[in-house]
């Protein structure tokens, strides 16, 4: 805001507006966010329309309607330098700076000065750390809040524009200007895993757009965004910054490309407008956690929605230097690049007078500069101006003509939009993973599925196999038991028959054997009958002896141990000698006597298995057989007790 003169005197120009008055300079500290929860911020006058903006670009500000926030614009007067410092020995500088009081005089003469007002007032002694708090920081953290913010310097050639912006201050970090500083806020607020930061480098040189990254690529068309009215680059490169490091290496990268020159008046001018443009996008994090711990049906339905993401666009704009043509005594190509240079920035003053000014055309059109600037006057990006001049009295006019630019500058109101939206590529690339995961999920319950199946058909194949098994057990069990059935009820018939056979009169008939010794055939079944009778009386005369023999041997044993003993004490005299002697003999008689009847019995014996034999061979009923194997075995017995008697 302009100020009467320290001598009393009048407003310059004659443009001084009223609702400036009340327009009290506004902390540049303030951001959008406060000022959403606050009051807004008084605006400097009435809101422009669609027409009158440099940024026509209301289409979203219809929708809604912003906040209010005028451009902030801040004054850094440049040291002397050691040209001045010599040349301009015996002038005082021609402004004074009043910072506390946020003031700058710029004197018409030794006695007369005219007084202006500034968002900030650095002097040549603040640092380059104070710069960025008062300058940049406010709007850095709108773009991290989620809305564009243009940082913008401008000035005479050799006044510090580049000093401010694009120092490295690599040797000292004291001396890091505005970008670097920018992007180390930037790098420490954001979360790599939900969010990004993209960065172009661009030049406009001679009204051509060029990559300062990709220098081939040196026709990069503005596209603007008829919705929104949003100002955009496609065609420049995009590179994703992750630490400070990569972006120091892209700012060198971009700066050695950048079009420079030794003038008169500054030994290393830009003479091209570089613009760097920070892409910061932020995930919603509080909607997110929601969508996260839902579950249940409408999991689904929200899987659907997309993420909500800010998209914060900060754009770092180094001016080339304005400068008179007769003074820097440029010529050929330098005098057409000075020419350039003066009618884009000539645009952007006219353009932001005509803001300044309400009026109803502002002309955007006439300059690439102003077109790519478009969203940064007037639109609806938070843009704080940085206007540099230097001390030497020689320069006087380019100061104040600098001056009157960021005074109109200061009038420009922007309504500022939060650059919410979803992301619908995020969401389809979430939608992308989940579908492949939801095939894979398929597949797998598929195989698992056709494994299921197999399993159950060899189950099942098994479980038939087993039952057919039990089945054929079970006939075999019954077939053998009904077999079983039928010889006992064949053998009791029989039986039966035998039975009745003797019943009926039957008279045994004497077992005749034929001239070889075997039994007749006629008389097979009555001696079958008495050779059992037989048999099982033999069996007890054999039990019978046998205990006998048994009680024979004992005998034996006892008496052999009593000789042994009467030999060992022969003192027990002869009788009881020959009474040993004659029970002695009578044993013998007695075992003689055994032995007879036991061959006897083994010629029994032999008979009746040859009976046997004999009637193994004939083809008997079951009944025969059975009644000869039983025989067989009484055979196999007595065999056995004669081996042991023998
Ligand atoms: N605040 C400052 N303190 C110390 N030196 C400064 C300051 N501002 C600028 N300088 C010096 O002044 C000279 C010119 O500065 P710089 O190149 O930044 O000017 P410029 O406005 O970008 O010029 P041009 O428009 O020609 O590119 C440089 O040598 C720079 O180091």
Redesign the pocket.
């Known amino acids: 805001m302009r100020m009467a003169t320290s001598g009393g005197g009048n407003y310059r120009n004659g443009t001084y507006r009223s609702s400036l008055k009340v327009d009290k300079p506004l902390s540049l500290n303030s951001n959008p966010k406060s000022s959403v929860k606050s009051k807004p911020v008084p605006s400097s006058g009435p809101r422009r329309n669609s027409t009158g903006s440099l940024g026509a670009a209301t289409g979203a500000a219809k929708d809604d309607a912003g906040v209010p926030g005028r451009v902030r614009v801040a004054v850094?007067?440049?040291?002397r330098?050691a040209e001045e410092s010599v040349g301009d020995a015996d002038f005082a500088d021609c402004v004074e700076l009043q910072p506390e009081l946020k003031r700058l005089k710029l004197r018409k003469n030794n006695w007369d000065s005219d007084t202006y007002e500034f968002d900030e007032v650095l002097t040549?002694f603040?640092s380059?750390k104070r710069?960025y708090e008062v300058v940049a920081k406010p709007v850095v953290e709108s773009v991290l809040d989620g809305y564009n913010g243009t940082i913008m310097?401008y000035?005479?050639?050799?006044?510090?524009?580049?000093?401010?912006?694009?120092?490295l201050g690599e040797e000292d970090t004291a001396a890091r200007g505005i970008m670097v500083r920018a992007m180390e806020d930037i790098l420490a607020d954001i979360s790599f895993e939900t969010d990004s930061v993209l960065v172009s480098y661009l030049q406009l040189y001679m009204e051509t757009i060029q990559d300062l990254l990709d220098p081939p690529n040196d026709n990069i068309s503005i596209v603007e965004d008829p919705k929104t009215g949003d100002v955009s680059l496609p065609g420049a490169s995009l590179v994703e910054i992750r630490n400070q490091k990569s972006f120091l290496e892209l700012l060198r990268v971009g700066e050695a490309h950048r079009f420079?020159?030794n003038?008169k008046?500054?030994?290393?001018?830009?003479?091209s407008h570089a613009i760097l443009m920070v892409h910061v996008k932020r995930s919603v994090k509080g909607r997110q956690s929601v969508l996260s711990t839902d579950n249940g049906a409408n999991s689904h339905l929200k899987m659907l929605k997309p993420p909500l993401v800010r998209k914060g666009k900060l754009v770092v704009v180094?001016?080339?230097?304005?400068?008179r043509i007769d003074k820097s005594g440029s010529e050929g190509h330098a005098l057409e690049e000075a020419k350039s240079i003066n009618l884009s920035l000539s645009a952007l003053g006219k353009c932001i007078n005509a803001l300044a000014e309400n009026s109803a055309h502002v002309p955007v059109r006439d300059s690439k500069l102003t077109r790519l600037l478009k969203d940064s006057f007037g639109g609806t990006a938070r843009t704080s101006l940085v206007i540099?001049i230097?001390p030497s009295p020689r320069h006087r006019g380019e100061t104040a003509s600098t001056i009157m630019f960021g005074q109109r500058a200061m009038k420009v109101e922007n309504m500022l939009k939060l650059k919410e939206e979803f992301d619908y590529k995020s969401l389809s690339r979430r939608l992308d993973i989940q579908l492949d995961k939801l095939i894979a999920e398929h597949e797998r319950q598929q195989k698992a599925f056709e494994d299921e199946i197999e399993r159950i058909s060899i189950e099942a194949q098994t479980q038939i196999s087993e039952v057919e098994r039990n089945y054929e057990e079970a006939l075999e069990k019954e077939r053998l038991k009904y077999q079983k059935d039928y010889m006992e009820s064949i053998k009791k018939l029989e039986e039966q028959l035998v039975k009745n056979q003797q019943k009926h009169g039957n008279e045994k008939v004497p077992v005749r054997l034929k001239d070889d010794g075997s039994a007749l055939t006629s008389n097979t079944e009555s001696s079958k009958v008495s050779a059992v009778e037989e048999v099982a009386e033999l069996k007890k005369v054999l039990q019978k002896e046998s205990l006998l023999r048994k009680a024979a041997e004992e005998e034996v044993n006892s008496l052999k141990s009593q000789l042994a003993q009467c030999r060992r004490s022969e003192a027990s005299g002869n009788s009881d000698i020959l009474k040993l002697r004659k029970m002695l003999e009578d044993e013998a008689r007695q075992k003689e006597k055994l032995e007879g009847e036991i061959a006897i019995l083994h010629g029994q014996l032999l008979q009746l298995s040859f009976e046997a034999d004999e009637a193994d061979t004939l083809n008997l009923p079951y009944g025969h057989i059975l009644g000869c194997a039983s025989m067989a075995s009484n055979k196999s017995c007595l065999e056995f007790v004669l081996s042991f008697l023998s």
Do not use: F, H, M, W
């Open positions: 850094r007067l440049r040291p330098i040549e603040a380059q710069v310097a000035g005479q050639t050799g006044t510090g524009k580049t000093y401010t912006l694009g120092r420079a020159a003038t008046l500054n030994t290393e001018s830009s003479r180094d001016l080339a230097g304005s400068e540099t230097g």
